[in-house]
Structures are given as structure tokens and as C-alpha cells.
């Protein structure tokens, strides 16, 4: 019965990690299936096929028969894991040599386990089968040891590497890793097979934990470094279309600035035609300046210079779009959010808001924006119809909008009105329904912005 359990247990053991972590690292919606179904369906199978294992053992009186039962499971597993997961070749190229890495880890550490334990506990493989008791006990404990670093060093980092990087860009990362983890493993087997020396082997052990700590850091720094890089370069290509966007409604700011200015002009100008009683030329002046005034007039919305330069600029483009304009805005003077972020916010918002108007017949433009201020946080929300769409549900942060359309919202502005927020101490949350897209900030300013 011990040579059924023992070589049972110890198949299952060494199998059933590798057959799981392949499928870790991949997002859910990039499996075929949900993956609590799949890491199931695997376990399952690992245990259907441990259970054959120590019969076809005993059956067939050949080791090798044991063997083939091994490398069928890892066939079956790496044709689930190409049917099921929907990435890349290269991403599940990637994955699988650092599942191997894992494999000949956990191989070595229980064969040099063996070197330092006394010779009265070795057992005949021919009567006991390629897992004797205590070499099912040491898998056990290896897979305890070796699972928890492998997962928080290795397929953690790596899950969000894949997660964020398109296979044009880790081509890099791929190459390092490939080349590593075959250097790793032929290092690691000639060892085991030809490079130990009995009166050496204590050199020759710390040689090979130093190669398995250099992989493991190799892993860590390979897929967190370039992840920091990638996110780094996304930052700084967000504060340049920052700065864009700040700029461009600056220089419309200052353009209002310079029609006030000049309308101190008109009005004397106006004067000295009514002063000669040259009423005709004064009624022609003023219509032809009438819709400066208007305009003007329109940009006083909250007595925040930024606020009102902002809105102003994109109302006025709205209503140039035909659109049903709806405003509401109740601020204190000072908000507390610095002019730049305050700009580069809202112009995000409204001239993505526009962008998903344009796409509609005008008939079905429609747009409001709230602001207000209370106690110490600032609020706004910003309602515009939108080419209709799957609804999302409920609101929701801006990653799962970052690949969408007709709503406005997508890419490097939607995650830089989502910083803001965060330096703020608040949150971006998005929403689509029924053909609206809502869009609801929250800020808190005056509670320590970073």
C-alpha cells in the first residue's frame, strides 16, 4: 500500500505546481474559461493521472513507462494552456520557461537534499518505485518552501508584466529571460549528472544555490525594472500632453484677457462716435462687437479665473457643436487645486466630452457639467451622450475604459484626470449608460495633496 501512496503522493506533488503556475500569470478575461474552472480541471487531471502512475509502475514492472506517464502530463498540460489562453505565443513562450525554471528547481533541491542525508535512509528504487517515502516527503516540503518565493518573486512580478506589456515591447525582457533560464537549466542538469564530486559537493551545492538566488533576483528585477520603465515613460508622455493641454487653453485664456482689454478700446471709440451724433455708425459697431460682449459675459461662471477660462473655452465649443448646454457651478473662490491640475482636469474631461459628441447627429447632443465646493471637497460631475455602447454597470476607475470608444474617454487622459485625482486624496470614477457617459470627480485638497 506504502509503494501505491508514496509514488502517488510524489508524482502529484512534483506535477500539480508546474501544471498550475502556467496558467497563473495570464489575466482572467485572456483564458477561454473561467480560471477557477481551469486551476480545478488541472488539479483533477494531476490527480487522475497520480493515480495511474504507481499502477502502470506496478503493471508494467518499467520505470520508463513512468516516465512517459510524466511527459504525457506535461504534453496535456502545455496544449491546455496554448487552447485555453488567448496571449501571444511569445507571452506563453515566456511563461513556460519560467514554469521550467520552477520544475528543475524543485528537481535539484530534493537531489541535493539527498546529498546530505545519511546513506541508511537511501531505499532500492526497483522495490520502492522512483518516489520512495521520504523522497515524497521532501517534494512536500521543497513545494512548501519553493512555492511561496516562486509566486511572490517570479509569477506575481511576471502576471503584470504580461498584464501591461504588448509583445513588441518585451521582446527585450524575452530574450534575457530565455537565454537565462536555458543557461539555468543546462548548468543545473550537468551538474546533477556529471559535476558532482563527493568530496566537493559542499562547493559545488553553494555554487548552484548562488546560480538559483541570481535567477530568481534576475526574474524580479527583469519584470518589475522594465515594468517601472514602461510606466515612467506613460507618466512622462502624460505630463507633456499635460502640458499641451494647459498651454493650449492658456493661450485662449490670455486671448480673453486681450478682449477685455481691448473692449476698453470700444467703448471709447463708441463714445466719441455717440458724443458727434453719428448713431448709424454706433448701431453698426455695436452689433458687429456684440457677440465679443456676449461671450465675455459667458465666462463668468464662478469667479475662479481658471475655472471660468476653462469652461468658458469648451461651452462655447459645445454650443458650436449645437449641443444642449446645461451648467451648474457653485465654487469658492480658492479651491485649493493647483491652477495647472485644475486646467489640465477638467480641459481632459470636456475635450473628451466634445469628442464624443461629434460622433453624434445633433440632435442627440447633449451636455452638462456641475462644480460646487463642500466644506473642504470639491466635486464635479460631467454628463455628455455618447455613441451608444455596452453599459459598464457601475461606475467604475479608468481602466476599464482605457480601451474604449464612442465615450470619450480612453488612453493617456483618462488615467492623467485619474492621477490628479489621487494627488488630490480623491477618486475618478466612470460610468456608461444608456447612451450617457457620467464622469464624477472627487477632490479633497486641504487634506495634505502629495
Known sequence: MSFYLSNALGFFIQLMPCAVLIFLPFPEETIRVPKKRVLTGTVLVAGVL????????????????????????????????????????????????????HAVTQFWMVNTVWLFLPERLFMDRAVYGPYPPMTTVLYAVC????????????????????REMEPGEMRREFAAAILSTTAFVVAMMYVYNYGYNRQFYHVTVLLELLLLLEQLLLYW??????????????????????????????????????????????????????AQGRQAEVTAYLKEYGAVVERLDRLKFSGYP???????????????????????????S????????????????????????????????????????????????????????????????????????????????LSSVSAIAEKYNGSALFQRRDGVFTTRIILNPKQNPE
Request: with cysteine.
Open 50 to 101: 497520480a493515480a495511474l502512475f504507481p499502477l502502470v509502475l506496478r503493471t508494467a514492472g518499467l520505470e520508463m513507462l513512468g516516465d512517459l506517464l510524466m511527459l504525457l502530463a506535461a504534453v496535456l498540460t502545455l496544449a491546455a494552456a496554448v487552447w485555453l489562453v488567448e496571449e501571444p505565443p511569445l507571452k506563453k513562450l515566456l511563461v513556460f520557461f519560467v514554469v521550467l525554471f
Open 143 to 162: 513545494a512548501a518552501v519553493t512555492l511561496p518565493v516562486v509566486l511572490r518573486c517570479v509569477i506575481r512580478p511576471l502576471g503584470n508584466f504580461l
Open 221 to 274: 528585477f527583469l519584470f518589475q525594472e522594465s515594468l517601472r520603465r514602461k510606466r515612467d515613460s506613460e507618466k512622462q508622455r502624460a505630463l507633456e500632453v499635460q502640458k499641451l493641454q494647459y498651454d493650449k487653453i492658456s493661450r485662449e485664456m490670455e486671448n480673453t484677457r486681450r478682449l477685455r482689454h481691448d473692449l476698453r478700446h470700444h467703448m471709447n471709440v463708441l463714445g466719441a462716435l455717440n
Open 306 to 332: 481658471v475655472v471660468d477660462g476653462v469652461l468658458g473655452y469648451y461651452l462655447a465649443q459645445a454650443e458650436d457643436l449645437s449641443a444642449k448646454v446645461e451648467y451648474d457651478v457653485a465654487l469658492d
Open 334 to 413: 480658492d479651491s485649493g487645486v493647483e491652477a495647472t491640475d485644475m486646467t489640465v482636469l477638467l480641459g481632459n474631461c470636456l475635450e473628451n466630452s466634445l469628442e464624443a459628441l461629434r460622433k453624434l447627429p445633433e440632435d442627440r447632443r447633449r451636455f452638462s457639467v456641475e462644480l460646487r465646493t463642500a466644506n473642504t471637497t470639491f466635486l464635479i460631475r460631467i454628463r455628455n451622450t455618447c455613441v451608444e455602447q455596452d453599459d459598464t454597470g457601475d461606475p467604475a476607475d479608468w481602466t476599464a475604459f482605457a480601451d474604449s470608444g464612442g465615450d470619450g474617454l480612453r488612453g493617456v487622459g
